[in-house]
């Protein structure tokens, strides 16, 4: 930003008000003439298409609000409303049900993408934490757009996952009657569950734009993992990555569509669509697949610890689960103090690189258990993968660069670049 | 001010520090004061309302309950299973050693002993129907439902098996079925709350 110094757009009146209030030349520097490395793949658009499913979904929601009735008495039944009489209602239900499931395969891959290239290292530890606080906000904000329906997983899910705070010594009770505003998942739940999920987004907007403000003091991270160091390692934002960007999120909202207007209800839960009766629990409770990974971990935990040679007991199985699936999400924000590698990118880490694929393997068998019912084999599955998730963090993440032997650094982006054509 | 020429102005800088950080350690601590008395309120407002504590009993007739047979009644949005125990079923809560129970509890302390008129009650089990886990309702109130290995309730959530007494034997749930606070107003109505 130029202090005082006259701006000099062609169109007079964005010059009148970039003096005034310089938001142009912000614009133009931060997404303009920023300088980023010039060897994205396309993994590096998710963050971006996450920002506009993210606008998305809180377009949607404000329209779907107008109809929507948080009280348990209509609540179902204005959902069936919007889905049979209000024009389109159909087409931005499915767009916001369905945006949430979207919503979460983007920042998972960018998250995973963060975790292959050692995007957390220094100095972008805050911008990585600024991300987990985004993923938690998330997690919060769906878990309570589920429960407006008001079917049968609304309220079952709603009730388990409440329920989880029980666990906590002494107080649990007490927060759980806070939380719901009675004495069971009622009209006052539904009431503030929907009070928050239409302010949530408006936090995650805000955590947002700290992510980006952040991510723009560094600058960002690259697959080689090394720091551009000239102008020949850097292009311009536009017109290179706009460009990009674009087509990647084409080929994404193309999915999107497929999804919206072919399998609208493939991701969701039939179990939804009965009414919510506190009288009688669904045979089988599961959270949206987004959760399942983080289910597992909960129901992993089955033993009781005792305090040594008494039968007081010191963590009950359900405390167990709490702390387990909590410390999950602990894992990442610690991550970038647990792996104590130098160098960012598994692309020159041959051992990390087959650890990383064991590991989304992992994942992805946590969220397979997390789906199926409580029972064996299952359990044991889910325990083993449950350890290897956290073994990735505790034990791998902090040891393997002792024994890992690096493959040859490139000097700088452009030298990797060339080299490869 | 700190140009301003001083015989003192070593030890007054001093002084004025020192005098500055506790004008704004108090002023800090005011505020902080300040701001937990505007958030109590609202804070306080998500708990139970007043028209929702005032819900809080239920009256209920057992006449129609026969021997053997299970009534569920609501109770602050909650489930409350009544069960009229056969004497099999007693007999098998009342003999289960205390070693097996995670969280022991003889029979005759969840049922009401010398009730209305003085009489026990022991065939009479009335207990919130949550499930101590994560709240989900067991099955077993019907004859065709499944009760577990212990004449009692099963929770399909991550099953957890109650006795015929509603304590909890196996599976992941920490505490036995509570026993919400009722009374009988005669002998064939209790007041549940
Ligand atoms: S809720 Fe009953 S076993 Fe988990």
Redesign the interface.
């Known amino acids: 930003m130029s202090h005082g110094s006259p701006s000099s757009f062609k169109n007079p009146v964005i010059n009148w008000i970039d003096t005034r209030l310089p938001i142009f030349t912000m614009l133009q520097k931060e997404y303009g003439t920023f300088p980023t490395p010039k060897n994205f793949n396309y993994l590096w658009s998710f963050g971006g298409i996450a920002m506009v499913m993210l606008t998305t979904m809180i377009l949607t929601g404000i329209f779907l609000a107008m109809y929507y009735t948080p009280s348990t008495g209509h609540a179902f039944d204005s959902v069936e409303r919007i889905m049979r009489d209000v024009n389109y209602g159909w087409l931005i239900r499915y767009i916001h049900m369905n945006g949430a499931s979207l919503f979460f395969i983007a920042v998972y891959v960018h998250i995973f993408r963060g975790v292959y290239y050692g995007s957390y290292k220094a100095p972008r530890e805050l911008l990585w934490i600024l991300g987990v606080v985004i993923l938690l906000l998330m997690m919060a904000t769906a878990f309570m757009g589920y429960v407006l329906p008001w079917g049968q997983m609304s309220f079952w899910g709603a009730t388990v996952i409440t329920n989880l705070f029980s666990a906590i010594p002494v107080v649990g009770d007490k927060i759980v009657t806070w939380l719901w505003g009675g004495f069971s998942v009622d009209n006052p739940t539904l009431n503030r569950f929907f009070a928050l999920h239409y302010l949530l987004p408006f936090v995650i907007f805000a955590v947002v734009f700290l992510h980006v403000a952040a991510l723009h003091v560094s600058g960002s991270n690259n697959p080689t993992g090394i720091e551009p160091q000239t102008d020949k390692d850097t292009v311009p934002f536009h017109p290179y990555y706009t460009a990009k960007d674009c087509f990647a999120l084409v080929l994404f909202l193309i999915f999107y569509a497929l999804i919206v207007f072919y399998a609208p209800n493939a991701l969701g839960d039939p179990d939804n669509y009965i009414p919510a009766n506190p009288m009688v629990t669904p045979a089988h409770i599961v959270p949206e697949w987004y959760f399942l990974p983080f289910y597992a971990i909960l129901r992993s935990f089955v033993w009781d610890i005792h305090i040594p040679f008494t039968s007081v007991v010191l963590i009950s199985s359900k405390l167990g689960g709490v702390l387990l699936m909590f410390g999950s999400i602990v894992m990442l924000l610690l991550l970038p103090w647990l792996d104590r590698s130098k160098v960012r990118s598994a692309v020159f880490r041959p051992i990390y690189k087959k650890v990383f694929w064991l590991f989304v393997l992992d994942c992805l068998i946590l969220g397979y258990i997390g789906g199926k019912p409580p029972e064996a084999p299952y359990v044991m599955i889910g325990q083993f993968a449950t350890a290897f998730y956290f073994a990735f963090f505790l034990i791998l993440s902090p040891l393997l660069p002792k024994y890992e032997k690096i493959l040859p650094l490139p000097k700088s982006i452009s030298e990797a670049v060339l080299k490869k054509s | 001010m700190a140009e301003t020429p001083s015989p003192h102005a070593a030890s007054d800088c001093c002084h004025d520090e020192e005098r500055r950080d506790f004008l704004a350690l108090t002023a800090g601590a005011m505020a902080g004061v300040g701001a937990c008395c505007a958030a109590y309120p609202l804070?306080q407002s998500?708990?139970?309302?007043a028209d929702?504590l005032a819900l809080?009993s239920t009256e209920v007739d057992l006449s129609q309950v026969k021997e053997g047979q299970s009534l569920?009644v609501?109770w602050?949005?909650?489930?409350v299973f009544i069960r009229r125990r056969t004497q099999a079923e007693i007999n098998e809560a009342r003999t289960a050693p205390m070693s097996d129970l995670?969280d022991p509890q003889k029979d005759e302390d969840r049922v009401k002993q010398s009730a209305f008129g003085g009489k026990d009650m022991p065939e009479w089990l009335v207990m919130v129907g949550?499930c101590t886990?994560?709240?989900?309702?067991p099955l077993g109130q019907k004859p065709t439902d499944p009760h577990g290995e212990f004449d009692g309730w099963f929770c399909?959530?991550?099953?957890s098996q109650y006795d015929s007494s509603g304590r909890i034997r196996k599976g992941?749930?920490?505490k036995n079925l509570e026993v919400p606070p009722y009374q009988f107003t005669d002998a064939n109505h209790i007041k549940i709350g």
């Open positions: 804070i998500m708990n139970p309302a929702v809080a569920t609501v602050r949005g909650k489930p995670k949550v886990h994560l709240g989900c309702v399909p959530c991550h099953g992941p749930a920490p």
